[in-house]
């Protein structure tokens, strides 16, 4: 069953070091999200990505964060200069069209120190 | 602004017994609801989707949730717990399948033997 993955599992990174998480969406997806959990919260959304551009974005999407998708498999979220409050699991999902499941993956743990 | 409650943050169930998990939204249009599941370690897997049409849902797992309008509630229902089914339950509503996604803040669910 095709599923979306995301790499690494678990990251961790100094204060103010820049991190790329990266997900590989499931391959006829059109749709891409990113999502984060910081611990004992709830899932907030971050951006939305759509036909090689941001389609929306949350008040916590700042400058500080980026989505790129690389190449025809792969989709980025860029946080450039990570603060300790960044730590959060990230989550990437994505789907075939608007009003279709949206499959997430297994979600990458960050920890700024 | 759109939100979503669930006001029990762990229930224990004993296995075999019934379930109902609790959700209540505020949405200024028509709502797209859903319902995903956490286990440890694991990815959002979704269990079931309300867009439209027939208010009462089925879902994978044997789960099925009623779409309230009157009450804003989604909850989910399943009429016999497995042990397999302790894991951590969110609600969320949105525009659609994948986007803007609101969370609830998840139900932990433990079945006892």
Not at chain 2, 47 to 64: A, C, M, P, R, W
Request: with cysteine.
């Amino acid at each position: 069953e095709p599923e979306v993955t995301q790499t690494p599992s678990h990251q961790v990174t100094q204060m103010g070091q820049e991190v790329i998480l990266r997900c590989v969406p499931i391959s006829n997806h059109l749709y891409f999200y990113w999502y984060r959990q910081i611990l004992g919260q709830k899932v907030e959304f971050l951006v939305s990505f759509y036909n090689n551009e941001i389609s929306e974005k949350s008040e916590i999407f700042d400058d500080q964060f980026s989505v790129e998708r690389p190449d025809g498999s792969n989709f980025t979220l860029k946080i450039r200069s990570t603060k300790l409050e960044d730590s959060a699991m990230y989550f990437c999902a994505s789907n075939r069209g608007a009003n279709t499941e949206a499959f997430f993956g297994q979600g990458t743990r960050l920890t700024v120190v | 602004a759109q939100s979503v409650t669930q006001p029990d943050i762990h229930i224990t169930v004993s296995e075999g017994a019934s379930l109902e998990l609790r959700c209540n939204y505020s949405y200024g249009a028509t709502p797209y609801l859903f319902w995903y599941v956490q286990s440890p370690g694991q990815g959002l897997q979704l269990l079931l989707k309300y867009f439209s049409g027939d208010t009462l849902v089925q879902g994978i797992k044997g789960f099925e949730a009623e779409f309230k309008r009157s009450q804003s509630s989604f909850n989910l229902r399943k009429p016999s717990v497995h042990w397999s089914d302790a894991a951590e339950y969110f609600c969320a509503v949105g525009p659609d399948a994948g986007n803007m996604l609101t969370f609830g803040g998840g139900t932990r669910l433990m079945v006892k033997p």
